[in-house]
């Protein structure tokens, strides 16, 4: 995900003139939806299991709905802050 919005923010940098951001893969989490039984979800470069069940599930639809789309509502000021190049992490346990 930071990946994306890091190259975006590049291209445009480069285009500009401006400084690049630099990247680098500091978490790494896979979140698998297995239909109505719920979801997996793993972190880190071992794939440690985390959360299964509707506990993934929910984090699956937030990680669909809020973290790779952008906001849908026209509001440019919460675009802007979705296509921000830094990426703020929230811990799995915060999420609603």
Known sequence: MPQGR????NVI????GEKLVPYEQKKFVVSIDLGSW????AEGWDQ???EVGE?????KIWINHQRIY???DGNMEALLEAA???F???AIDKIE
């Open 55 to 59: 506990a993934a599930k929910k984090i």
């Open 6 to 9: 890091i190259a975006g923010h």
């Open 84 to 86: 921000a190049p830094v």
């Open 13 to 16: 940098a480069d285009l500009l």
């Open 38 to 41: 719920g979801a997996l979800y």
């Open 48 to 50: 440690r299991m985390k």
């Open 70 to 72: 952008p906001p849908i």
């Open 88 to 90: 703020k992490q929230i």
